[in-house]
């Protein structure tokens, strides 16, 4: 199955952990919590609500970048940007029992990751996205296409997840550009009905 991550996010109607809530009711068992604005009490706080609604649902709970916070409540893992802790380092902090994601815009990054020690790669921006500030050079398909085959050449096997204004319907074509799956968050909760526009992107999964 093509994986589906949820990243959080919010609007004027949806705070943070309504986003959490959404995701899992729509089908989605992947969730990062993102808050790159809030102090670490607002984080925590909203971590520790979310963290067992996830288990309820056998949901996976990643924190973005706040590995103590992670290591703290029990969270799945983390994933780091590329301003963010390195890799290695958090590896170090948390041990092997918890995921660790990094951010990639190139085959360099990717490499450097992996070697690192990263489970998971968040490669992108795919397109032009609004959710998330300085944004890297757009790759579109054939930026992906590029990369997953200098992956493939070097003997790297690591799952890689298209982000970055990722919509349902790009599934197939990022599915054929050697993706193994998508995070979304902004086409999730700019819908009419986000529950059913989630629900829809994982009926679409399930046929990868």
Known sequence: MFQVQFITHFTDRIAYLDSVRIALEGGCRWVQLRMK???????????????????????????????????????????????????????????????????????????????????????????????????????????????????????????IVGIGGVKAEDMGDLHDAGLTGIALSGSILRAEHPVEEMRRVMEQANRY
């Open 37 to 159: 604005e809030a102090t670490d009490e607002e984080a925590e706080r909203v971590a520790r609500l979310a963290l067992p609604l996830c288990r309820e649902h056998g949901a996976t709970f990643i924190i973005d970048d706040r590995v103590a916070l992670a290591k703290r409540i029990g969270a799945d893992g983390v994933h780091l940007g590329k301003n963010d802790m390195p890799v290695g380092e958090a590896r170090a902090f948390l041990g092997k029992g918890f995921i660790i994601g990094g951010t990639a815009n190139t085959f360099d990054d990717v490499r450097r990751l992996h070697e690192a020690g990263a489970d998971y790669i968040g490669c992108g921006p795919f397109r032009f996205t609004t959710t998330k500030q300085k944004l890297a050079p757009i790759l579109g398909l054939e930026g992906y296409r590029a990369i997953t085959a200098r992956m493939k050449q070097a003997g790297i096997r690591l799952p």
